[in-house]
Protein backbone atom coordinates (compact mmCIF):
# COMPACT_ATOMS: atom_id res chain seq x y z
CA UNK A 1 0.00 0.00 0.00
CA UNK A 2 1.31 3.70 -0.83
CA UNK A 3 1.39 5.85 1.70
CA UNK A 4 0.43 9.38 1.53
CA UNK A 5 2.84 12.24 2.45
CA UNK A 6 2.19 13.08 6.17
CA UNK A 7 4.63 14.43 8.35
CA UNK A 8 5.09 11.13 9.98
CA UNK A 9 5.21 9.46 5.92
CA UNK A 10 9.16 8.86 6.79
CA UNK A 11 8.90 6.95 10.06
CA UNK A 12 8.27 3.83 9.04
CA UNK A 13 11.75 3.27 7.89
CA UNK A 14 11.57 -0.68 7.99
CA UNK A 15 8.74 -0.87 5.65
CA UNK A 16 10.02 1.92 3.71
CA UNK A 17 14.30 1.43 3.21
CA UNK A 18 14.75 -2.34 4.93
CA UNK A 19 18.00 -2.51 3.60
CA UNK A 20 19.08 0.51 5.97
CA UNK A 21 20.79 0.66 9.14
CA UNK A 22 17.82 1.66 10.78
CA UNK A 23 15.41 -1.24 9.64
CA UNK A 24 18.43 -3.99 10.29
CA UNK A 25 18.55 -2.66 14.05
CA UNK A 26 14.60 -2.85 14.51
CA UNK A 27 15.58 -6.58 12.91
CA UNK A 28 18.20 -7.14 15.84
CA UNK A 29 15.92 -5.60 18.21
CA UNK A 30 13.47 -8.31 17.29
CA UNK A 31 15.94 -11.33 17.46
CA UNK A 32 16.36 -9.59 20.86
CA UNK A 33 12.99 -9.77 22.14
CA UNK A 34 12.58 -13.60 20.47
CA UNK A 35 15.35 -14.82 22.67
CA UNK A 36 13.79 -12.85 25.60
CA UNK A 37 11.03 -14.90 24.96
CA UNK A 38 12.26 -18.83 25.68
CA UNK A 39 12.00 -18.99 29.15
CA UNK A 40 8.68 -16.62 29.29
CA UNK A 41 6.67 -17.00 26.62
CA UNK A 42 6.05 -12.87 25.63
CA UNK A 43 2.91 -11.92 23.89
CA UNK A 44 2.26 -8.34 25.27
CA UNK A 45 4.91 -6.15 25.44
CA UNK A 46 4.74 -2.52 26.50
CA UNK A 47 6.50 0.15 25.00
CA UNK A 48 6.80 3.64 26.79
CA UNK A 49 10.05 5.97 27.50
CA UNK A 50 11.14 8.21 30.02
CA UNK A 51 9.86 11.56 29.09
CA UNK A 52 8.33 13.18 25.72
CA UNK A 53 9.37 12.87 22.05
CA UNK A 54 11.70 10.30 22.81
CA UNK A 55 10.94 8.30 19.98
CA UNK A 56 8.92 5.52 21.33
CA UNK A 57 5.95 5.37 18.99
CA UNK A 58 8.14 5.39 15.67
CA UNK A 59 10.31 2.51 17.67
CA UNK A 60 6.97 0.57 18.35
CA UNK A 61 5.76 0.75 14.79
CA UNK A 62 8.38 -0.29 13.44
CA UNK A 63 9.43 -2.90 15.99
CA UNK A 64 5.79 -4.24 15.07
CA UNK A 65 6.94 -3.98 10.78
CA UNK A 66 10.01 -6.44 11.74
CA UNK A 67 7.69 -8.85 13.39
CA UNK A 68 4.91 -9.05 11.38
CA UNK A 69 7.86 -9.07 8.20
CA UNK A 70 9.17 -12.47 10.05
CA UNK A 71 5.71 -13.96 9.45
CA UNK A 72 3.91 -12.73 13.27
CA UNK A 73 0.61 -11.97 13.60
CA UNK A 74 0.66 -8.51 15.32
CA UNK A 75 -1.42 -5.57 16.80
CA UNK A 76 -0.61 -2.56 17.73
CA UNK A 77 -2.48 -1.28 20.52
CA UNK A 78 -2.41 2.85 21.01
CA UNK A 79 -3.01 3.13 24.53
CA UNK A 80 -2.02 6.33 24.46
CA UNK A 81 -4.65 8.41 25.12
CA UNK A 82 -3.74 11.60 25.85
CA UNK A 83 -1.56 12.14 22.54
CA UNK A 84 -2.07 9.43 20.10
CA UNK A 85 0.22 8.95 17.10
CA UNK A 86 0.14 5.53 15.61
CA UNK A 87 -2.83 5.98 13.75
CA UNK A 88 -1.01 9.19 12.05
CA UNK A 89 2.16 7.02 11.39
CA UNK A 90 0.03 4.26 9.24
CA UNK A 91 -2.26 7.26 8.19
CA UNK A 92 -5.57 5.57 9.31
CA UNK A 93 -8.49 6.77 11.33
CA UNK A 94 -8.47 7.13 14.82
CA UNK A 95 -12.24 6.32 14.98
CA UNK A 96 -13.08 3.14 16.95
CA UNK A 97 -10.01 2.13 18.36
CA UNK A 98 -9.25 1.45 22.43
CA UNK A 99 -11.15 3.61 24.50
CA UNK A 100 -14.37 2.53 21.92
CA UNK A 101 -14.49 -1.27 22.90
CA UNK A 102 -13.59 -0.47 26.52
CA UNK A 103 -16.33 1.64 26.95
CA UNK A 104 -18.54 -1.46 24.86
CA UNK A 105 -19.07 1.38 21.99
CA UNK A 106 -17.37 -1.76 19.46
CA UNK A 107 -15.57 -4.76 19.41
CA UNK A 108 -12.39 -5.41 19.09
CA UNK A 109 -13.18 -7.33 15.39
CA UNK A 110 -15.10 -4.21 14.55
CA UNK A 111 -12.04 -1.70 15.43
CA UNK A 112 -9.29 -3.47 14.17
CA UNK A 113 -7.78 -2.13 11.07
CA UNK A 114 -5.70 -2.98 8.53
CA UNK A 115 -2.46 -1.25 7.79
CA UNK A 116 -1.64 -2.74 4.29
CA UNK A 117 1.40 -4.55 6.03
CA UNK A 118 0.76 -8.31 6.26
CA UNK A 119 0.17 -8.96 9.37
CA UNK A 120 0.18 -6.16 11.14
CA UNK A 121 -2.85 -4.65 12.28
CA UNK A 122 -4.05 -1.19 14.23
CA UNK A 123 -6.43 -0.67 17.14
CA UNK A 124 -6.19 2.90 17.32
CA UNK A 125 -6.79 5.07 20.65
CA UNK A 126 -10.43 5.82 19.58
CA UNK A 127 -12.00 9.17 20.83
CA UNK A 128 -9.91 10.82 23.63
CA UNK A 129 -11.65 9.91 27.15
CA UNK A 130 -11.62 12.62 30.08
CA UNK A 131 -10.22 9.91 32.59
CA UNK A 132 -7.74 8.20 31.00
CA UNK A 133 -5.74 6.52 33.54
CA UNK A 134 -9.10 5.16 35.18
CA UNK A 135 -9.98 3.78 31.88
CA UNK A 136 -6.62 1.77 31.33
CA UNK A 137 -7.10 0.49 35.21
CA UNK A 138 -10.58 -1.11 34.73
CA UNK A 139 -11.36 -4.28 34.34
CA UNK A 140 -12.63 -3.47 30.47
CA UNK A 141 -9.36 -2.83 29.28
CA UNK A 142 -7.54 -6.03 31.01
CA UNK A 143 -10.54 -8.13 28.97
CA UNK A 144 -9.50 -5.79 26.02
CA UNK A 145 -5.79 -7.03 26.36
CA UNK A 146 -6.63 -10.68 26.90
CA UNK A 147 -8.71 -10.77 23.62
CA UNK A 148 -6.04 -8.77 21.68
CA UNK A 149 -3.35 -11.80 22.89
CA UNK A 150 -5.59 -14.11 21.26
CA UNK A 151 -5.54 -12.89 18.23
CA UNK A 152 -2.00 -12.15 17.72
CA UNK A 153 1.33 -13.76 18.23
CA UNK A 154 2.57 -10.06 19.84
CA UNK A 155 0.61 -7.71 21.25
CA UNK A 156 2.49 -4.17 21.02
CA UNK A 157 1.40 -1.47 23.21
CA UNK A 158 1.99 2.21 22.82
CA UNK A 159 1.78 4.57 26.42
CA UNK A 160 2.52 7.89 27.56
CA UNK A 161 5.91 8.46 29.14
CA UNK A 162 6.44 6.91 32.61
CA UNK A 163 7.66 10.30 34.36
CA UNK A 164 4.80 12.32 32.90
CA UNK A 165 1.33 9.95 34.18
CA UNK A 166 0.49 7.03 35.64
CA UNK A 167 -0.76 5.54 33.04
CA UNK A 168 2.44 3.18 31.97
CA UNK A 169 3.03 2.31 35.61
CA UNK A 170 -0.83 0.84 35.23
CA UNK A 171 0.19 -1.23 32.09
CA UNK A 172 3.00 -2.72 33.00
CA UNK A 173 1.70 -4.92 35.71
CA UNK A 174 -0.42 -6.59 32.90
CA UNK A 175 1.72 -7.17 29.97
CA UNK A 176 4.33 -9.86 29.49
CA UNK A 177 7.17 -7.00 29.19
CA UNK A 178 8.41 -3.75 29.08
CA UNK A 179 10.77 -2.08 26.95
CA UNK A 180 12.00 1.36 27.72
CA UNK A 181 12.86 4.04 25.20
CA UNK A 182 15.97 6.42 26.43
CA UNK A 183 17.10 9.31 23.73
CA UNK A 184 20.87 9.97 24.37
CA UNK A 185 21.65 13.47 24.77
CA UNK A 186 18.05 14.55 25.90
CA UNK A 187 17.24 12.59 28.94
CA UNK A 188 19.43 13.01 31.64
CA UNK A 189 20.71 9.69 33.58
CA UNK A 190 18.53 10.51 37.06
CA UNK A 191 15.29 10.77 35.06
CA UNK A 192 15.97 6.94 33.01
CA UNK A 193 16.88 5.63 35.84
CA UNK A 194 14.04 7.42 38.23
CA UNK A 195 11.59 6.17 34.67
CA UNK A 196 13.24 2.52 35.39
CA UNK A 197 12.25 2.23 39.36
CA UNK A 198 9.00 3.62 38.94
CA UNK A 199 8.48 0.60 35.72
CA UNK A 200 9.74 -1.77 38.80
CA UNK A 201 7.78 -0.66 41.34
CA UNK A 202 4.99 -1.52 39.58
CA UNK A 203 5.57 -5.41 39.22
CA UNK A 204 6.74 -4.55 35.53
CA UNK A 205 8.92 -7.82 33.71
CA UNK A 206 11.28 -4.87 32.38
CA UNK A 207 12.98 -6.57 29.56
CA UNK A 208 15.62 -3.53 28.74
CA UNK A 209 16.18 -0.22 27.28
CA UNK A 210 15.93 0.93 23.43
CA UNK A 211 18.39 4.00 22.59
CA UNK A 212 17.84 6.35 20.22
CA UNK A 213 19.53 9.17 18.77
CA UNK A 214 23.14 7.13 19.18
CA UNK A 215 23.89 8.60 15.48
CA UNK A 216 26.11 6.63 13.57
CA UNK A 217 26.63 8.45 10.23
CA UNK A 218 24.01 9.51 7.28
CA UNK A 219 21.26 10.81 8.04
CA UNK A 220 19.69 7.81 10.60
CA UNK A 221 19.43 7.60 14.11
CA UNK A 222 20.12 4.25 15.27
CA UNK A 223 18.48 2.51 17.36
CA UNK A 224 20.50 -0.19 19.50
CA UNK A 225 18.83 -2.83 22.03
CA UNK A 226 20.56 -4.13 25.44
Request: avoid cysteine; charged fraction near 20%.
Amino acid sequence: MKRERTEYAGHLLTELEPKSPLAEAFRVLRTNIQFAAVDRPLRSLLITSAGPAEGKSTTLANLGVALAQSGARVIILDADLRRPTQHKIFNLSRGAGVSSVVLGRASLEEALQETGISGLRLLSSGPIPPNPSELLASQAFSSLLKEAEKEADYVLVDAPPVMAVADASIIAAQVDGVLLIVQLGVVARPMAVRAKEQLLAAKANLLGMVLTNAGVGGDYSYYYYY
